[in-house]
């Protein structure tokens, strides 16, 4: 363990704030209108802890075995911790869409780690990098349109339609990303499933 790991383990010990927040503000006697202020604050810090763990990495020359692992560990259930959360409440995205998410991150954290235990280090792929950036930028919209929501400014369909929208994209380029992963890494996956 070093800095950069810590750093990483912060984003995976902040993300349930999220769902607590967006789910439970009445609970904590939250005002409605600092809802989506508080969410995107927890949601900046998440996306600042992923460039400052990486940028430690590189920087020290601490990229470690651990933190290979936790890195996409972390964007997943950051990710997935949100989309989850926006099945609920007002931004009622279908959880079958969410699914996809969840199972494509199964699918390639199941094929890397096939191929880990047979000494192959599947890449990772530019397109992994701008699925996770996609998914940020996705749950970052939506975390905004939450303002003009709770002060009344658009409706509850027109939130709900365009959040549709942005997960949908977000959920197709997942699938893309995947494709992509599985084509890129061909001839190391034939050696086991062929």
């Known amino acids: 363990m070093n800095l950069a790991n810590y750093v990483t383990l912060l984003r995976i010990i902040v993300i349930p704030l999220f ?10 006697k939250i005002n409605i209108l600092w809802v989506p202020y508080i969410l995107l604050f927890i949601l900046l810090f998440c996306e600042l802890t992923d460039l400052v763990d990486g940028f430690l990495a590189r920087r020290k020359n601490q990229v470690t075995e651990i933190g290979k692992l936790i890195d996409p560990m972390a964007d997943s259930i950051t990710n997935i911790t949100v989309f989850f959360t926006f099945t609920q409440g007002w931004v009622g995205v279908p959880v079958l869409l969410v699914f996809v998410f969840l199972y494509r991150e199964f699918f390639i954290t199941t094929l890397r780690s096939i191929c880990a235990l047979n000494g192959y280090a599947l890449a990772a792929r530019t397109s992994g990098k701008i699925k996770t950036l996609l998914q940020a930028v996705v749950t970052i919209s939506i975390v905004i349109l939450l303002i003009p929501y709770t002060l009344g400014l658009i409706s509850l369909e027109t939130l709900r339609w365009t959040s549709l929208a942005l ?20 001839n190391y996956l034939k050696k086991f499933f062929v």
């Open 19 to 28: 769902p607590l927040v967006y789910l439970k503000y009445e609970f904590f």
């Open 167 to 186: 997960v949908g994209t977000a959920a197709t380029y997942s699938i893309i990303s995947a494709i992509d992963y599985i084509y890129a890494n061909k």
